[in-house]
């Protein structure tokens, strides 16, 4: 069967990346432009030069659409391996920290607010992003304790809660600013390694 055909069976129309981009582009300028909460699909349909239809396609939700716009594909998905446990953590946590410090301000306790109310969202949130923390984590314990860095693995969910609890706080609870937060982490990562490793 021919791969277009093949495709149309197995959901409609192929997907076009272009649409995806514009979207995507238009989501990011309409987010610093009017915030999270005053954002809406039909602004951003005009903005990217497509129809509603278009979007709902791809995301049931504007809360979908920003998540997924947000939280890529990508998201950890290779555990880094470079050499020490300390190197490790630091560019987790770097990758961590750039996820919530880069989306317009607002954006991430608005999103975070409609992922708690809705448990679909929320179960999506859980497995696209928490769930790739826990395993880029357990994997990276698992190495460190191979290697003779720990005496036994941490539970990786309270490693998760040292590391990214902190830098939300700094973000959204002080509301700090993002460009402290190289010390900040670096701070981190002194006191979770030496509670670990007791």
Sequence with gaps: ????????????????????????SAVLVLLAEVGYARLTMDEVAARAGVGKAAIYRRHASKQEMIFDVLVSGQFLSVAPDLGSLRADLAAVLAEVADSMASPPPGTVPGLLADIHADPALRDRFDAKYLGAQRRTLTEILDRAAARGELPTRPDPAVLNALLVGPVFAWLYLLSESPDQLPALTSALLDSALALIRR
Excluded: E, F
């Design 1 to 24: 069967m021919p791969a277009r055909k093949q495709a149309l069976n197995q959901g409609g129309r192929p997907r076009d990346s272009r649409v995806d981009d514009a979207i995507a």
